[in-house]
């Protein structure tokens, strides 16, 4: 049974205000986002599975629109239309997102935010931002949980398989069902259905078939068959589907974290170069004072949120609320910074707190 008190809207704003003088006070430059967000940027990103999470209306002028799901993609447009760096930004405001499967859950909440856009050395960056978010949410008694996307895309990248196979397993990484029955399929676990067989055992697939009214044509839907008969024909992946399976699966504090990741890189090696960042920065958060004792590692950690993650991840949670959502969430966005820069990059990282859900759980 949900518990708890519901916060008014001015102490929202008043927490909101509050947090946002605490990043300023860390050096970020406050910033400002449009509510209406173009459409086609976040379609471009995200594909049509943001239709899913956003609100969208349609503009006479700027054509369709979305209500902003988030403040990190329009802040990542404004950086790398020109801003200097090292940058620090922090913004507050409304955000809207449907909730499809909790009615329970508000549509539109206030989030306040800290971004760091730094080259010169990723690492710290991680270190410094999760330790500011620690260290804001110390008195709320939360429990911390971290992941790395980055050894995930680095693991599917190594595997022996064909490089279709792989771009069709990171394009689906925040998509952990369709991930899990991709990774089935091509270790040879799911049967191919008995149409998909015979369309493709068909010496002239074309053969017999109806007049042509669908939307793709002739030619696309002949590649499309070719894709499927060169996917059929790749080797099934062998025991590096348990080395994913493994990593996955790995729930340990962050200080016990190295041993079973360095087992599972002997036999993926390709995850090695992520690693050594990731221990690179286990060192650093503990120079900084961090107890990684009391921090939680998850393998899958970080996968279910928007998909623009792809290093360190983090989240804080309310371990009296488990029926709440994360009250801050952040992590690294190094490649949003190359799809939105036209060929620059400007590694980055940051993260959000929710002020509602802080005040809720406040002592």
């Known amino acids: 049974m949900k518990t708890g008190k519901m916060p008014d809207k001015p102490a929202v704003l008043a927490e909101a205000a509050r947090l946002r003088a605490l990043f300023e006070a860390a050096g970020a430059v406050p910033v400002e ?9 976040l379609l471009d990103l995200y594909g049509e599975d943001i239709r899913a ?3 969208t209306t349609t503009d006479p002028f700027r054509g369709e629109v979305m209500l902003r799901p988030d403040f990190t993609v329009p802040v990542v447009q404004r950086h790398m239309d020109g801003g200097a760096e090292p940058a620090r930004y922090t913004y507050a ?20 935010g800290f971004e760091v856009f730094d080259r010169t050395d990723p690492v710290a960056a991680d270190t410094e931002v ?15 949980a ?3 996307i980055g050894l995930l895309t680095a693991a599917v990248r190594g595997l022996a398989t064909s490089e279709r196979r792989k771009t069709a397993l990171l394009r689906h990484i925040w998509r952990p069902a369709r991930f899990r029955a991709l990774l089935n399929r091509y270790a040879g676990n799911t049967p191919v259905p008995a149409a998909r067989a015979a369309l493709l055992a068909a010496a002239d697939p074309f053969a017999d078939a109806p007049p042509h009214i669908g939307l793709r ?16 024909a790749t080797p099934p992946l062998g025991g590096e589907v348990d080395l994913l399976n493994a990593l996955l699966e790995i729930r340990v504090t962050l200080s016990d974290a190295l041993e079973p990741l360095r087992d599972i890189s002997v036999d993926l090696p390709a995850i090695q170069p992520t690693l050594d960042l990731f221990e690179a920065r286990l060192a650093a958060m503990s120079g900084h004072g961090i107890d990684l004792s009391a921090i939680d590692f998850e393998g899958s950690y970080g996968r279910t949120s928007l998909e623009y993650y792809d290093g360190f991840v983090f989240g804080f949670y309310a371990m ?5 959502p994360a009250i801050a969430s952040g992590g690294r966005y190094d490649a949003l910074t190359h799809a939105l ?14 002020p509602a859900l802080a005040s809720e759980v406040a002592p």
């Not at 986002?33 to 940027?41: E, H, I, S, Y």
């Not at 620059?344 to 707190?353: H, K």
């Open 33 to 41: 986002a449009d509510v209406l967000q173009p459409a086609d940027t």
């Open 53 to 55: 999470r956003a609100f």
């Open 93 to 112: 405001g409304e955000v809207f997102r449907r909730q499809e499967d909790d009615p329970d859950r508000p549509a539109e909440f206030i989030q306040v």
């Open 130 to 144: 999760f330790a500011l978010f620690a260290d804001i949410l110390a008195p709320l008694n939360l429990r911390a």
């Open 146 to 148: 971290t992941g790395d």
């Open 217 to 232: 044509s002739r030619a696309e839907v002949a590649a499309r068959i070719d894709a499927l008969r060169e996917d059929a």
């Open 320 to 324: 009296s609320r488990p029926d709440l």
């Open 341 to 354: 820069g036209k060929g620059t990059t400007s590694p980055a990282v940051g993260g959000v707190i929710r």
